[in-house]
């Protein structure tokens, strides 16, 4: 077989893409940009690998001409591995720009879902290759690292090229204005809702479980906070935020901390449409229950009549239209690492 290293050398690269991506994905902190680095320099690296690649499939097929499901599948894994690249250094090096209504971005990263399962398929029928002495001895590692660091260098020198973008790789719109777009994680866009009847409950691990109307919320809302919304759509809003910070909110209910029986350990903040997201009570205590943005009050789309400011977390975090706030005795990682609708 031509190359066999280099199917162990892009199974173990596209594992560590898998993983920075996803990671760099939910990640919101810049002390943590190191993934989203890591990511660009395995894009560069795979690049490099499907030189070695092309000539083996490019082989194989010049020598069986009889096509079957399982190479069909594979053909279909190469060319959405292709696009998974395409549409990332598209992105990268061309600016914010859309395809249907979908940033390049989201749709590097919907793209990249079916291709794990079609190389997750592959995978599974050449596990023979793992037998192979050349495709697993130290020459094979070393050109792994050698095709690693080749991706690293060609990162360090193109960064010049890339857009303005913050360190998530997103691209910056409508900062300071309120002017920022309206977006939902998958499905979640309900009707709007009535200032006169909403309410909102924060009960649980608490000594004095509240109701509050949005009148008696706006009375408390004299806090203002400057915090960037970073969207896994690939751009990013600074705004000037007002509203109730949690900590006031929480001390006002009595929570229960502490390593007692029935403290407080999480609280979960929850939509009207039953979007929901944990979060450690540490972490909480820094949030603001927002109101207003950019000195006006929260229009629909952006989660009237209350949303959540969670500075240094990804917006899917920001839960909107916010009906509920309970604090609860769980850990505050038992929740899905994604939101499920």
């Known amino acids: 077989m031509r190359f066999p290293w280099v199917n162990v050398a892009l199974l173990i690269l596209l594992l560590l893409q898998l993983a ?22 395995g894009a560069y690296a795979l690049v490099l690998l499907l030189w070695w690649k092309g000539s083996v499939v490019w082989h194989v097929l010049r020598r069986r001409k009889r096509w079957t499901w399982a190479r069909v599948s594979f053909v279909v894994s190469i060319f959405l591995l292709l696009l998974t690249l395409v549409l990332g250094l598209l992105w990268t090096f061309d600016g914010p720009r859309y395809l249907f209504g979908f940033s390049l971005v989201s749709l590097h990263i919907y793209i990249a879902v ?41 990162w360090w020198l193109l960064r010049h090229l890339q857009g303005r973008r913050r360190f998530t790789g997103s691209y910056e719109i409508g900062s300071m204005g309120g002017r920022f777009p309206h977006v939902s994680w998958i499905d979640d866009n309900p009707a709007p809702l009535s200032p006169a009847s909403w309410r909102l409950s924060l009960d649980g691990e608490v000594r ?10 706006l009375q408390m809302a004299a806090e203002e906070q400057t915090a960037i919304v970073d969207c896994t759509g690939g751009w990013y809003s600074e705004q000037i935020w007002r509203g109730v910070p949690l900590r ?39 949030f603001l229950l927002a109101t207003h943005v ?45 939101p499920l609708q």
């Open 208 to 217: 004095l479980p509240q109701s509050l109307s949005y009148e008696a919320l």
């Open 294 to 338: 950019a000195g006006a009050p929260l229009d629909h789309g952006h989660g009237f009549p209350a949303r959540l400011v969670a500075p240094g977390l990804r917006g899917f975090e920001w839960v909107k239209w916010v009906t509920a706030i309970r604090v609860e005795n769980v850990s505050p990682w038992l929740q899905p690492p994604l």
């Open 114 to 154: 079916p291709l794990i399962l079609f190389l997750a398929f592959h995978v599974w029928r050449m596990r023979w290759i793992l037998d192979v002495d050349q495709a697993v001895d130290r020459r094979a590692f070393l050109r792994l690292g050698l095709a690693g660091l080749a991706g690293a260098v060609a």
């Open 248 to 286: 006031n909110l929480l001390a006002q209910a009595g929570v229960q901390a502490g390593d007692a029986p029935g403290s407080a350990r999480s609280v979960l903040v929850r939509s009207v449409t039953g979007y929901w997201r944990r979060f450690s009570l540490a972490e909480a205590q820094q």
């Open 20 to 41: 920075s991506g996803y990671l760099g994905f939910v990640n919101g902190e810049e002390r943590q940009a190191w993934l989203l680095w890591l990511h660009g320099m």
